[in-house]
C-alpha cells in the first residue's frame, strides 16, 4: 500500500501563483510513477500532470501546459505540483496518485492507471 497526503491548496487570485505538494509513505517511493488530477464541482476528474519513478519524464494535460510544472524528491518521498498564472477555471480538488512503475521513463495520464490516490486538496483560484 502506498498512502498520500497532499498539502498546499488554497485561494488565490487569478495570474497567482500555488504549490501543492504529495507526501508519500508505505512503499519505496523510487519506484512508483506519480501524477495530479483534478476535479472540478460537477465535473469528472481530468488528468493535470505525470512524472516518471525517475523524475526524468514529465507529462501534462494541453489545459496546463507551460503553466504548471510537476517534480519530485525521491530522497524525500514528495511529489509536487507548482501551479502559475491561475485561472478561474483552474478551480478543482487536486489529488496525487501514484502507481508502481513499469520501467523508470513511463508516465500514466489515465484515471485507471492510478491504484492509489490522496485524499485531495481545494483549489479555488478569484476572478
Known amino acids: 500500500q502506498v498512502q498520500l497526503v497532499e498539502s498546499g491548496g488554497g485561494l488565490v487570485q487569478a495570474g497567482g501563483s500555488l504549490r501543492l505538494s504529495c507526501a508519500a509513505s508505505g512503499r519505496t517511493f523510487s519506484n512508483y510513477a506519480m501524477g495530479w488530477f483534478r476535479q472540478a464541482p460537477g465535473k469528472a476528474r481530468e488528468f493535470v500532470a505525470a512524472?516518471?519513478?525517475?523524475?526524468?519524464?514529465?507529462n501534462y494535460a494541453e489545459s496546463v501546459k507551460g503553466r504548471f510544472t510537476i517534480s519530485r524528491d525521491n530522497a524525500k518521498n514528495t511529489v509536487s505540483l507548482q501551479l502559475n498564472s491561475l485561472k478561474p477555471e483552474d478551480t478543482a480538488d487536486y489529488y496525487c496518485c501514484a502507481r508502481y512503475r513499469e520501467y523508470s521513463t513511463r508516465t500514466y495520464s489515465r484515471r485507471d492507471d492510478y491504484p492509489y490516490w490522496g485524499q485531495g486538496t481545494q483549489v479555488t483560484v478569484s476572478s
Open positions: 512524472i516518471s519513478s525517475s523524475g526524468g519524464i514529465t
